[in-house]
């Protein structure tokens, strides 16, 4: 899932120091999986938000709103009704629905409460390991679903650097060497071959904005007969 994390409440204070009337919209999917954005989330912040402004004797009045997927037209389409009593929108969604936000409501700022920070597995409660950046081209099948990506600091697609140690990465004794991991995977399958061959370094596909469309809809979506 996507995992996030919240902003400083300093820094969130910051950008809506100009504002008196804030809506906040949380999101049911993956931030509120991972405790950061979800409805509870978003009323812990509201209250934060006012007691601090009413302290500073500027008070404030945030609006609450959960949507199931902010990532998603239909999920957004029943705030149509509600942003307009409101100066700004607060987003507590991860970096796509905050974007999917601001385009549909363009007139309105909108202001991100969470920082995005990666694709995640959900270790145990509050506590998530990042492992796949969308890198476009997934290389699991030969690294014994390890992803150099991800867990190698250089993201080298052929074997280790001169940096690791003992099982642990150059940049950090408390990191795992993403090689040696792939190393005893493989090792562990009988399938060390696939060390020894040559992988081209990754395309950075995810270094420009991609457009998916799964092959049964390519036909639709060329007609402009998108269902
Ligand atoms: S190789 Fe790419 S797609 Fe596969 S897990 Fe790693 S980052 Fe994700
Ligand atoms: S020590 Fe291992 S994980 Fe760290 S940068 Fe080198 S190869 Fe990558």
Known sequence: MIVAKRKPIEEIKEMVK???????????TCVSVCLVGGEKEVNILNAELEMAR???????????????????????????????????LMSMACGVGIQFLAERFPDKPVLPAVDTTGLAVNQDVGWYEERCRSCGSCVLGWTGGICPVTLCAKGLYNGPCGGTNNGSCEIDPEQPCAWFKIYERLAGQGRLDLIKEFHPANAWQDQVPRTLIQPGYEKAEATGQKT
């Open 18 to 28: 100009g504002y008196q009337k804030v809506l906040n919209v949380g999101c049911g």
């Open 54 to 88: 009413k302290m500073e004797d500027n008070p404030i009045e945030m609006g609450a709103a959960s949507v199931e997927r902010q990532c998603d037209r239909e999920f957004l389409a029943e705030l149509d009704d509600k942003v307009g009593e409101y100066e700004a």
